[in-house]
């Protein structure tokens, strides 16, 4: 069964995108049965050129990808979600929709893993990119974290202090 992971961040439009793009690169290659998601509550209707172009670089394809509504996720037709994690501090201080049950009808374990906003690197194109770039890796070593677990054993309590701890790192 699938473990939906949906990924916040207020504008869906860097951060939350890099999460997702990594999150599906990595669990295929591992062959995971887990799928990211990404949304704002918020969003800016455009994904940050600096977040594909890191993406791309690293061999992840992110066509497809959009800058959705966290409200997307609170209907009857969307995913099961298994996890729902927070990648800025504004998504992670505002009050999140009720998402959709889990697996057995849970609902999801939140948690939050803050990265500083890549978008606000000084340095020009050159040092955004680099920004990207090493936002890119610090959320493609949680994500590693994340796939290491059993996710189709744990229990609520155990899974949300494992996330915690993946966070602290």
């Known amino acids: 069964m699938t473990v939906h992971v ?11 995108v890099l ?3 990594m999150l599906n690169h990595l669990a295929t290659q591992r062959g995971r049965d887990v799928r990211a998601h990404s949304a704002g509550s918020a969003p800016s209707g455009r994904l940050n050129p600096h977040a594909l172009q890191a993406l791309d670089a690293a061999g992840v394809d992110a066509s497809g990808y959009r800058s959705k509504s966290w409200d ?12 729902v994690i927070t990648v800025c ?9 009720v998402f959709s049950a889990g697996d057995h009808g849970a609902l999801p374990v939140k ?6 906003d890549p ?11 680099r920004a ?12 590693l974290q994340l796939l290491a677990l ?20």
Not at 111 to 116: A, I, K, L
Not at 151 to 165: I, S
Request: glycine letters at 10%.
């Open 72 to 83: 997307e996720f609170t209907g009857p037709d969307a995913p099961p979600l298994s996890i």
């Open 89 to 97: 501090d504004a998504a992670a201080a505002e009050s999140c929709p």
């Open 150 to 169: 059993p996710l189709e054993t744990m229990d609520r309590a155990a899974l949300r202090e494992a996330l915690v701890a993946i966070g602290r790192s």
């Open 19 to 21: 999460s997702e793009g």
């Open 111 to 116: 948690v939050h893993w803050g990265y500083p």
């Open 6 to 16: 949906l990924i916040l961040c207020t504008h869906n439009s860097a951060r939350s």
């Open 132 to 143: 990207f770039e090493l936002t890119r890796q610090a959320i493609g070593y949680r994500m």
């Open 119 to 129: 978008s606000n690197a000084e340095g020009g194109d050159a040092g955004k990119a």
